[in-house]
């Protein structure tokens, strides 16, 4: 049978973190089925859902190149769907009308707490054949006694007592079906086969599935993933993470960084940590997803990020790199030498944002130096600069080895320690103590404009030394 899974949102909030991990195993078992993979808004609370937030995740998702085999069905379009399947489980006896009061509801559920007991819904209505009135919700008739079993691709054989499930609403009193009854619709509808969601509709499964053998429907598989948690171990959240799959866009992480990342919260194989789309669908396998919560770590997402900057050809880097460039109004063109910079600079951070960061000294003039550098580095530097300076100067070939081989008898002269002598330079060139190998950094400048920056940084060390 063609599998056929769902990334099923509800747009009361950003693409988040939890959510396309989600979509993205949804995806991956569906191509590795050969099967189809489907998107569908579940926007039933009208209040919390809005047209920004499914856009977001719409455009999230593409970003992440998770592009469902159908266009998206909105459940705010489905009304006539479910008033069919409404009239259906009524007619089956199945459900019940219930015409209890929100007091005495509210009256029930503090008399059970008090009791100690699970607060549930007693039943009272179930066997009175009350008839629909604006003032009536639909329940399901949920067996009383039995149990629900079914088998889960992640967790095993799942087991729930029916005992502890209550007749729960199907139809709220102004006739608007309740998120359990659309969602159990829908996936009958569109012909899913394969539920991946995360572990926290755990227990709305035995639910659906009352609803589902209410409705005559097939039963489904499931696979519940493990919570996305923070490095706290508590649930991902904005309090502990960055959260927002744009807010990592906007950093500089690769679409394929993401994918990679995302693939290992509760999943991997063996001692591999490198994963492109394409190794997923081949490799991945839904049975091995742990049960355990998945922490999510931003230092494995640097070195993941760094690994797929690596992997890039110089043309691809320097395309994803190009926006970065522009936010930081970098004119690549205004430079004979761009390219080798941007390659000697590309692995100065872990994210393109970074990188666009590093590469500002070497197209502006510097504005500022970083202050910690200054005075672990910097003051006190003058006179080996000067004498650095000077025997730069004196180089008749401007190349990284020959500026290596000035610095390395300028520093056996000064008699100074490596950082003592590499350091301020580095400053004086690039405002911070970070730059590729001195040689190259120096190469790169030039010896007219490396001469300048040296000159600047003496008259900047005068200045604050008056
Ligand atoms: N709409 C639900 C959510 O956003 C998902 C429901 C499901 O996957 O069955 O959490």
Not at 16 to 21: L, Y
Not at 196 to 202: K, S, T, V
Request: charged letters at 25%; one cysteine or more.
């Amino acid at each position: 049978m063609t599998k056929v899974t769902r990334f099923a949102p509800s747009p009361t909030g950003t693409l988040h973190i939890g959510g396309v991990r989600t979509a993205l195993f949804n995806f991956v078992y569906s191509k590795q089925q050969k099967g189809k993979f489907l998107i569908r808004i579940e926007d039933t609370d009208a209040e919390r859902s809005t047209r920004e937030f499914e856009d977001n995740i719409l455009k999230g998702l593409a970003d992440m190149g998770i592009i469902p085999d159908e266009p998206p069905v909105r459940q705010s379009e489905r009304a006539d769907l479910y008033q069919q399947a409404i009239t259906t489980i009524i007619d089956s006896g199945n459900a019940y009308f219930c015409n209890c009061s929100k007091e005495r509801l509210e009256e029930m559920r503090s008399a059970q707490q008090a009791n100690g007991a699970k607060p549930q819904y007693d039943g009272r209505c179930r066997n009175l054949n009350l008839t629909h009135s604006d003032q009536t919700v639909l329940r399901l008739k949920t067996p009383q006694e039995g149990e629900i079993i079914f088998h889960d691709l992640v967790r095993g054989e799942v087991v729930f007592q029916n005992s502890e499930l209550d007749d729960l609403i199907l139809v709220r009193s102004d006739g608007a079906p309740t998120y359990h009854l659309c969602n159990v619709i829908d996936d009958h509808d569109q012909g899913v086969t394969t539920v991946i969601r995360g572990e926290d509709h755990l227990s709305n499964t035995p639910r659906q599935i009352h609803i589902q053998q209410a409705l005559g429907f097939p039963s489904l598989e499931y696979a519940h993933l493990p919570m996305v948690l923070g490095q706290d171990k508590k649930r991902l959240s904005k309090r502990n993470a960055v959260t927002s799959l744009q807010d990592y866009f906007d950093q500089g992480y690769l679409q394929s960084s993401m994918i990679n990342m995302l693939a290992r919260l509760g999943w991997s194989k063996g001692d591999k940590e490198i994963f492109y789309l394409t190794d997923l669908i081949t490799d991945f396998r839904i049975q091995e997803v742990q049960k355990a919560g998945a922490i999510f770590d931003p230092a494995k997402l640097d070195w993941i990020n760094t690994n797929h900057l690596a992997a890039l050809s110089f043309k691809d880097f320097t395309l994803q790199l190009l926006p970065f460039l522009l936010d930081n109004g970098i004119d690549v063109a205004a430079k004979e030498n761009s390219n080798e910079i941007i390659e000697a600079m590309r692995t100065s951070k872990p994210t393109l944002a970074g990188i666009a960061l590093d590469l500002k000294p070497y197209f502006f003039d510097i504005d500022a130096y970083n202050e910690k550098a200054v005075q672990k580095f910097l003051i006190g530097s003058k006179s080996s600069l000067e004498y650095i300076q000077r025997k730069l100067q004196g180089l008749e070939v401007w190349d990284e080895r020959s500026i290596d081989e000035a610095l390395a008898s300028a520093q056996a002269a000064l008699n100074l320690p490596t950082p003592k002598v590499n350091q301020p330079i580095r400053i004086a060139m690039t405002g911070s103590t970070n730059s590729p190998s001195l040689g190259l950094t120096l190469c790169l400048f030039g010896k007219e404009e490396s001469n300048l920056r040296i000159s600047n940084a003496i008259k900047y060390i005068e200045e604050i030394s008056n």
